[in-house]
T-cell receptor, first 116, second 113 residues
Framework: EAGVTQFPSHSVIEKGQTVTLRCDPI?????LYWYRRVMGKEIKFLLHFVKESKQDESGMPNNRFLAERTGGTYSTLKVQPAELEDSGVYFC??????????????FGEGSWLTVV | KQEVTQIPAALSVPEGENLVLNCSFTDSAIYNLQWFRQDPGKGLTSLLL?????REQTSGRLNASLDKSSGRSTLYIAASQPGDSATYLC????????????FGTGTRLLVSP
């Protein structure tokens, strides 16, 4: 069974440019999450989808970040325009559970973004 | 606001040693706690998940304990091996806003042959 896959694995862009990160969750997982880790900091929650609906986007840093999940399948996270402080690792994760379950969350290998 | 702290930040041990990694959290209202492993340049691999009603979980040479009332968890690694070298992350799922994980900054472990 395929795990959570993310693309691109690495990206270097200039300040002001746009980058779109893609995540394919594990098949059958309704819950999809985005997290990120910036240099020297802990991993922080960005947002959570249940199927195609945004359940919680309280962690999104500002309106330069836009996440979508078309048809409840894959998700994209767009940063436009990118700033230097956006550099870091963006992790996507998925899980099968509902609110009452303690199922494990599965993480992808991350998209490493460098803004220069 | 839930905060998660991991001590030590880094640990270097010779192969064969038993070791303990510590995780503490400020708010005991959690749904569960999860330990992850991250290899350099890789994603997070779940090691153990402990529900709030549980005291410990075991998988192979790993044992994780949870004391929710005191806001502490430990990850015990028996007979460490060089392949155990990685960063170990602790994350709690709060009872409110329960779909978010709150992570610690991790413990970087190096096991030398």
């Amino acid at each position: 069974e395929a795990g959570v896959t993310q693309f691109p694995s690495h990206s270097v862009i200039e300040k002001g440019q746009t980058v779109t990160l893609r995540c394919d969750p594990i098949s059958g997982h309704d819950n999809l999450y985005w997290y990120r880790r910036v240099m020297g900091k802990e991993i922080k929650f960005l947002l959570h989808f249940v199927k195609e609906s945004k359940q919680d986007e309280s962690g999104m840093p500002n309106n330069r970040f836009l996440a979508e999940r078309t048809g409840g399948t894959y998700s994209t996270l767009k940063v436009q325009p990118a700033e230097l402080e956006d550099s870091g690792v963006y992790f996507c994760a998925s899980s099968q559970d509902g609110w009452f379950s303690g199922n494990t969350i599965y993480f992808g290998e991350g998209s490493w973004l460098t803004v220069v | 606001k839930q905060e998660v702290t991991q001590i030590p930040a880094a640990l270097s041990v010779p192969e064969g040693e038993n070791l303990v990694l510590n995780c503490s959290f400020t708010d005991s209202a959690i749904y569960n706690l999860q330990w992850f492993r991250q290899d350099p340049g890789k994603g997070l691999t779940s090691l153990l998940l402990i529900q709030s009603s549980q005291r410990e979980q075991t998988s192979g040479r790993l044992n994780a304990s949870l004391d929710k009332s005191s806001g502490r968890s430990t990850l015990y690694i028996a007979a460490s091996q060089p392949g155990d070298s990685a960063t170990y992350l602790c994350a709690v799922r709060p009872s409110t806003g329960f779909q978010k994980l709150v992570f610690g900054t991790g413990t970087r472990l190096l096991v030398s042959p």
